[in-house]
């Protein structure tokens, strides 16, 4: 990711709209894979047309 010039990711809470699945189930996952990752991984819980989101970084 640093080569690539990135300091953060941004992401929504993955399948778990559509996909049905539960969070509490998905965020250790995320977490395991996306927690070593040397940026910021901000995820939103969400989403609001039109207004910028408070990412905390």
């Keep these: 990711m640093a080569a690539e010039g990135w300091s953060s990711i941004a992401l929504p809470r993955l399948a778990t709209g559509v996909g049905g699945l539960d969070w509490k189930d998905v965020r250790p996952l995320?977490?395991?894979?996306?927690?070593?990752?040397?940026?910021?991984?901000?995820?939103?819980s969400?989403?609001?047309a039109g207004v910028a989101a408070d990412e905390g970084l």
């Design 46 to 48: 969400t989403y609001h």
């Design 30 to 44: 995320i977490a395991q894979h996306l927690g070593t990752l040397p940026a910021k991984v901000a995820v939103y």
